[in-house]
Each structure stands twice: as C-alpha cells, then as structure tokens.
C-alpha cells in the first residue's frame, strides 16, 4: 500500500512538472533573457526635470542615486517645471520629506541648478531657493552646454517601476 502511495505521489510530481515544462514552454517561445552585469566607465550626467507634481521628485531621487552608484561621475538636476515650487523656502514645511532628500543627493554631490525664466514665470525669485540650489538663466540651454561637455542626457520621467509586474495580473498575498 505504501509502494501504491509512493509510485502516485511520484506520478502526480512527474505530471505536475511537465504541465509546468509546458506552460513554460508556451510563456517563453523565444527562451530566457541573458544577463550581462558588467561594469560602466565613469560617465557624467545630465537630469532633465520638468514635473507637475512636485512628490514626483521621490521617484527623481531613486533614479539618480541607482544612475550615480554605477556611473560614478558627475551628476547635475535641472529643473525648470513646476517640482521648482518644493524647492522654495517658502514651502518648506510642506515638501520637507522631498526636500531633505535632494539635499542628501547634494551633500553627495549632485549639483542642481534651477531655471531662472521658469521661476520668474512661477512669481519666485532666486534668493527664495534652498542654499543647495544654483539658478542658471534659463533650464534647456543649460541642458544643452552641458551636453556640450559631455554630459549624458537622461530625462528621468516620473514613472516607478515598483509593482508595475502586478499591472498584469494580481500580487500574490504575503
């Protein structure tokens, strides 16, 4: 009876595993992606920041950390959108959390320069900003001299990518 049990519990594996086999087989047509985790000269980069939503700059403050570590260069934020109201003395109480996050990227040192023509248009002027901030004339032409230097382009849109595998189908409960 034992043997009986055995030989069932073996056959219902077996089974189990190739509909598994399968399944995969019908997931994966074009097999399994490669992996190439290899290292990245020092590159120096360039945010372009342009965000409705000021809490936005949460997710900036992921991206620029996970594109520092690795690049190892230098790594300059303009902002010349609406995100430039959390920089403002001002609002300080209500984007500290945010706030005390960019200034920990520039104690690390990120520069962030912020575009004059953008807050003039905003009604600020440049003494309202936190001391970490330095105003340039204007966010696009400063983009493009310091792509000029050699400064990578990275316009980091305020998209997460957290979850985003449970877009497609429900997260399983924990």
Known sequence: MKRILALLLAASVTSAATVALAADDELSPYGSSKTDLHEYPVINAVFDVNYT??????ILYAFVKNTKKPLKGKMVVVTHGPELRAFAK???IKYQGVMDKMKELADSGVEFRMCHNALRAAGFKADDFHGFVTVVPAGFPEIAYLQSQGFQYINPLPYGVR??????KPKPSQ
């Open 53 to 58: 939503d000021p809490t936005k700059l949460n």
């Open 90 to 92: 001002e609002n300080y």
């Open 163 to 168: 979850d985003a595998r449970y877009l497609e």
